[in-house]
């Protein structure tokens, strides 16, 4: 079974780009990787799923390495807005067999 | 689309005493999920249904009870609570497969 590792908190200040990397060493071939943004009192929310090489959206980028032992989510120049809590996710399977293996969370603060 | 509900938003019980956290989808998603959030601990599944009638369990599922008799509902039971199970309490729902999980607002447990 995987397990995602990422950072409990990062800073960063308006205008840069936020690189968090998440490390799922037991990946399998089939298992997608997908990132959530959560804000206080409220749900998370998807931001971007990818399964390799570089995935693209209007908020965001997933760079996933050939070996698909980590991801980094990549926030081009963010804004105070972006203050959040990301949720790297796993997912191993599909249907009944589906597993969703979530890492802890990383804590990103947004100065002025 | 209202998306996904729930209701209560707030709660407060006194140990012992049961109750039904209520959870709604109007996406006609097949997967549902409950979800207890604490601090330092990320997410955690509780319970799980992959379509109506079946459910399964999943990390943390003592205490608490699920029945899925429609598509839309998914209800968790709390049997007995205990202040152990105060706690953010989020329900999921998304399509089969590796689907974006949709989230509830979530309801807050605090149990005396």
């Known amino acids: 079974l995987a397990k995602t590792t990422q950072p409990i908190s990062m800073d960063s200040y308006e205008g840069q780009e936020v690189n968090i990397t998440c490390s799922h060493n037991?990946?399998?071939?089939?298992?997608?990787i997908t990132w959530y943004q959560q804000f206080p009192s409220q749900g998370p929310r998807f931001i971007i799923q990818?399964?390799?090489?570089?995935v693209t959206n209007e908020v965001a980028s997933l760079f996933i390495p050939a070996d698909r032992k980590s991801s980094t989510l990549s926030l081009p120049r963010v804004s105070l807005s972006d203050t959040a809590v990301y949720y790297c996710l796993v997912v191993q399977g599909a249907g009944n067999n589906r597993k969703l293996i979530w890492g802890l969370g990383t804590s990103l603060a947004v100065n002025p | 689309n209202a998306g996904v509900t729930q209701t209560p938003k707030f709660q407060v019980l006194k140990t012992g005493q049961s109750m039904t956290l209520q959870c709604a989808q109007d996406?006609?998603?097949?997967?549902m999920s409950w979800y207890r959030q604490d601090p330092g601990m990320g997410l955690r599944l509780i319970h799980y249904?992959?379509?109506?009638?079946?459910?399964d369990q999943g990390e943390v599922p003592n205490g608490y009870n699920v029945s899925r008799s429609t598509t839309e509902d998914f209800p968790l039971r709390l049997l007995s609570a205990a202040p152990s199970q105060t706690s953010v309490y989020f329900c999921?729902?998304?399509?089969?497969?590796?689907?974006?999980?949709?989230f509830g607002p979530g309801t807050r447990l605090l149990v005396l």
């Open positions: 999921a729902s998304s399509y089969a497969g590796a689907g974006t999980q949709y």
């Open positions: 249904s992959v379509g109506a009638g079946i459910t």
């Open positions: 996406m006609n998603h097949e997967y």
């Open positions: 990818g399964y390799k090489t570089k």
């Open positions: 037991n990946i399998a071939t089939n298992d997608y």
